[in-house]
Each structure stands twice: as structure tokens, then as C-alpha cells.
T-cell receptor, first 114, second 114 residues
Framework: AQTVTQSQPEMSVQEAETVTLSCTYD???????LFWYKQPPSRQMILVIR??????QNATENRFSVNFQKAAKSFSLKISDSQLGDAAMYFC???????????FGTGTSLTVIP | GAGVSQSPSNKVTEKGKDVELRCDPI?????LYWYRQSLGQGLEFLIY????????KSGLPSDRFSAERTGGSVSTLTIQRTQQEDSAVYLC????????????FGQGTRLTVV
């Protein structure tokens, strides 16, 4: 099975600053998809951003962007102009291009300091 | 509704009792997933359905846990003879069979065993 590793259990950032959350994964597949999810205290898991492995261009969604390094099997999330509402648990996830299973990292708890 | 619906939102039960947790996936989503999340922790995979069959039951922690899915839609997770260590949030997610789409999550059921 594929493994997804988030090495930062907790991170903090000053409001309006930029923070980067790390994620690495292990796979022998060439076709797959990567995701970042946000889980606020309400516990609703919300998709933040997705990246297709076949795309070289890094995905961007407003203040959220990724640094996808396929050879290094790294998929970090950058949050720019951090806001208080960004405080949440963030999960990195992997999905095979040929299968249905999702593999999640252990999460990074992000605190935003006013 | 258009999203994944889980019921009940919260459940308090006495140790030794059986509980049933329900998940209504998004219409047309053939893949359905159950995860368990202990307080402040990551997502622990329990079981995955493709249609009504469960290709992967590897995450069920013991034979007290079972799940079924009928009509390719609603799924029920049953925990028999509940123990205090079963206390957690149980999350359900659904996804189209293949493709780059993410898993769509319900808001979860918080189970407390007293």
C-alpha cells in the first residue's frame, strides 16, 4: 500500500504571513492524484486543492498553492496571507489513478496567531 | 441534499451495547469509505465499498465491527459490544468510481462509549 507522511504534527503562522506544510508519499505508480484537505473544528473535511501527477504545473487555488516535486515524491502546501479561518487540521491524501482507495497522512495542526 | 449525510451526529452509548452508524453517500457515487478518527488524530481506514461489495475490509479493528451497503447506496457501520476505546468520530466519504475527483466527506458521527 502507498504511504503518505506528514512530518509536522503542528505548525503556527502569524496572520497575513505565509506557511508551508510538508507532505511526502511513497508509490511505484506513475498515474495518481494528490489532495490537501482541511478539517476545521466543525470536523467537516473540505478539499483545499488537488494535483494530477501527469501535470507539471503546480496547482493554485487563490491563496493556496502546492509545490509538487514528482521525482522527490513531495507535495507541499503553501498558504499565503494566512487568515484566522485557516486554522485547522490539514491532511495530505493520495489516490491511485487506477484504483479507488485514498491514503491519508497523519495531519498537521495549523494555528494562526493574530 | 447534495452532500454525504451521516446520522446520528452524536451518539452516547453504554459499554457493551451495540450501535449502528448510517451513511448516505452522494447519489451516483459508487465508492464509499469509512474512517475512524480519534481525538486530535489522523484518519484510520476501516472499510471501503465498491457498489455493494467490500474489496477492502482490512481496516476493521476487530470482529465486533461490521459494515454493509445495500442498493449501492446507504451504508451502515455496526459496532457490537462497544468498548470505551471505540469512542471516536466515524467519518464516511463517497467518490465516483474512477477519476481524479476527491472523496466527499460527511460531517461524521461522534461516538462516546461510557
Amino acid at each position: 500500500a502507498q504511504t503518505v507522511t506528514q512530518s509536522q504534527p503542528e505548525m503556527s503562522v502569524q496572520e497575513a504571513e505565509t506557511v508551508t506544510l510538508s507532505c511526502t508519499y511513497d508509490t511505484s505508480e506513475s498515474d495518481y492524484y494528490l489532495f490537501w484537505y482541511k478539517q476545521p473544528p466543525s470536523r467537516q473535511m473540505i478539499l483545499v486543492i488537488r494535483q494530477e501527477a501527469y501535470k507539471q504545473q503546480n496547482a493554485t487555488e487563490n491563496r493556496f498553492s502546492v509545490n509538487f516535486q514528482k521525482a522527490a515524491k513531495s507535495f507541499s502546501l503553501k498558504i499565503s496571507d494566512s487568515q484566522l479561518g485557516d486554522a485547522a487540521m490539514y491532511f495530505c491524501a493520495y489516490r491511485s489513478g487506477t484504483g479507488n482507495q485514498f491514503y491519508f497522512g497523519t495531519g498537521t495542526s495549523l494555528t494562526v496567531i493574530p | 441534499g447534495a452532500g454525504v449525510s451521516q446520522s446520528p451526529s452524536n451518539k452516547v452509548t453504554e459499554k457493551g451495547k451495540d450501535v449502528e452508524l448510517r451513511c448516505d453517500p452522494i447519489s451516483g457515487h459508487t465508492a464509499l469509505y469509512w474512517y475512524r478518527q480519534s481525538l486530535g488524530q489522523g484518519l484510520e481506514f476501516l472499510i471501503y465499498f465498491q457498489g455493494n461489495s467490500a474489496p477492502d475490509k482490512s481496516g476493521l479493528p476487530s470482529d465486533r465491527f461490521s459494515a454493509e451497503r445495500t442498493g449501492g447506496s446507504v451504508s451502515t457501520l455496526t459496532i457490537q459490544r462497544t468498548q470505551q476505546e471505540d469512542s471516536a468520530v466515524y467519518l464516511c466519504a463517497s467518490s465516483p468510481r474512477l477519476g481524479n475527483t476527491e472523496a466527499f466527506f460527511g460531517q461524521g458521527t461522534r461516538l462516546t462509549v461510557v
